[in-house]
């Protein structure tokens, strides 16, 4: 299983930008898919994740700016941020949790590659 990520960049503080995540590989199905990041000297931090059915979390610090959403025919991920601030400068990485067929069906959780944001102030 693979994630392939877009859509970071460089933006001013006030802007917006999408990312978009698209899972490829050999699964049964993706239980949920979600975005993290990762800061210079911070731990790893959910931002935005989102089930199958439709449920969505997100982290405190961006609620009401940026929004999950999800094409489960695509089998990608996207998130919507808006109103960005210069603390919104992070790695982000794509997460899904994701249901292989085996002997029976196994539970895995894998991570794309990361995709730079940069708020500039």
């Known amino acids: 299983v693979q994630l392939q990520a877009s859509g970071g960049g460089l933006v001013q503080a006030g802007g917006s930008l999408r990312l978009s995540c698209a899972a490829s590989?050999?699964?049964?199905?993706?239980?949920?898919m979600g975005w993290y990041r990762q800061a210079p000297g911070k731990q790893r931090e959910l931002v935005a994740a989102?089930?199958?059915?439709?449920?969505?979390n997100y982290a405190e610090s961006v609620k009401g700016r940026f929004t999950i959403s999800r094409d489960n025919a695509k089998n990608t991920v996207y998130l919507r941020m808006s109103s960005l601030k210069p603390e919104d400068t992070a790695l982000y990485y794509c997460?899904?949790?994701?249901?292989?067929?085996?002997?029976?069906?196994?539970?895995?959780?894998?991570w794309g590659q990361g995709t730079q944001v940069t708020v500039s102030s």
């Open positions: 997460n899904a949790v994701v249901m292989v067929a085996g002997s029976g069906l196994y539970e895995y959780d894998y």
């Open positions: 590989g050999n699964f049964f199905s993706i239980n949920a």
């Open positions: 989102t089930t199958s059915g439709g449920t969505t």
